[in-house]
């Protein structure tokens, strides 16, 4: 029998009682649980396998909640708080003592945002406690974006998807840190850069992609290797399909290295004209960063099950979104 449902009163139930629900939210599915609830954060980790010095975002209501769950707010925090949510925009701020150490992974910091999905604002009105959500697929694979990937994911495990539709942006929030009250972004993510520099001015980006959209020797080795990366989505390999992924800038040239092979060819907007591919899914006809954003992980899924020996994904152009998308696919591609 199927565990998704759009039963809101039933979610309630079930993360009441220390249970686990996987959520909508409007970047991805995530997997949740009442955050002062010990036994439901520990399930939340071995549902994933996901290591516990990954911390957990913490989901709220509303931004009035803020002061709940964190001691001090810089300024350009309240800002971007006020400008964004709800929206996938994260603050990472000094945490509260009664935030448990489970699920920041030790750190004084705590990750909090605002969902801006009407089911899962519903759901979190209705709960007398705040949710921890991380995404809800097993650690390194790629993000659910519809309640059957996390149904294909989890029916085993978890007794509940509340559906709320296919995720509108598609990819995770922007995680956003302070360092002497100046933001700094830790993960690029649906909220672009553009976007947030509107708001609080030039932002540095730590810890991330460099130009091209994949990261630099030193970066990788540093974010693999750190105990306690300052945001998991930081690790080199992560929202991968199981198939061998190539990034490009010409995707018909790298065609041609691979022409014995079973290739799935993943396009920002022109459709490649040849007939030696198995697959082909074109993320926006319209060029539009936004919708691309929205069906890149659909897609990923998509391609993954097509049986194929290698996806050839493009590069996306290196602003707004694109940057984000970038960011995603060249995870993608480390094995
Ligand atoms: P996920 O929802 O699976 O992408 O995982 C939650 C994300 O929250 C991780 O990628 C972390 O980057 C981020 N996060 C949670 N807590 C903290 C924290 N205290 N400091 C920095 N990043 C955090
Ligand atoms: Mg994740």
């Known amino acids: 029998m199927s565990i998704i449902s759009k039963d809101i009163s039933k979610a309630v139930a079930l993360l009441t009682n220390e249970e686990l629900v996987a959520i909508p939210t409007e970047t991805v599915y995530g997997l949740a649980g009442n955050i002062y609830s010990e036994k439901a954060i520990k399930a939340i980790f071995e549902t994933k396998k996901r290591p516990f010095f990954n911390p957990l ?55 909090v945002r605002v969902p801006n999905h009407a089911t899962t604002l519903e759901l979190l009105k209705q709960l007398p406690f705040p949710l921890a959500a991380p995404s809800a697929n097993p650690f390194s694979s790629i993000s659910p974006t519809t309640a059957q990937h996390v149904e294909d994911y989890f029916k085993d495990t978890i007794k509940m998807v509340l559906d709320g539709g296919p995720c509108k942006s598609g990819i995770e929030s922007t995680i956003i840190g302070f360092e002497n009250d100046a933001p700094i972004i ?31 020797e030193v970066e990788m080795s540093r974010s693999q290797k750190e105990i306690s990366p300052n945001a998991p989505g930081m690790l080199a390999r992560h929202y991968a399909p199981k198939t061998k992924t190539i990034l490009t800038h010409n995707v018909s040239e790298t065609l041609k290295q691979h022409r014995q092979k079973r290739v799935g060819v993943l396009v920002f907007q022109n459709e490649i004209k040849t007939n030696t591919i198995k697959a082909q899914i074109v993320l926006s006809k319209t060029g539009d960063l936004t919708e691309a954003a929205s069906n890149l992980y659909h897609a990923l899924h998509q391609l993954d099950k097509a049986e194929l020996d290698v996806i ?24």
Do not use: C, M
């Open 57 to 111: 975002i913490v989901h709220i209501p509303s931004v009035d909640l803020l002061n709940d769950i964190v001691d001090y707010i810089p300024e350009k925090a309240q800002l971007l708080a006020d400008a964004f949510w709800p929206g996938p925009i994260t603050l990472v701020l000094k945490k509260k003592t009664i935030i448990p150490d489970l699920i920041t992974a030790g750190k004084d910091t705590v990750a």
């Open 186 to 216: 830790y993960r690029l993510g649906s909220t672009s850069i553009e976007a947030i520099e509107a708001v609080v001015g030039t932002i540095e980006i730590k810890n991330t992609v460099t130009e091209g959209g994949s990261l630099s």
């Open 312 to 335: 050839i994904a493009e590069q996306f152009p290196n602003y707004g979104l694109g940057k984000s998308i970038n960011d995603r696919l060249s995870r993608a591609t480390k094995s």
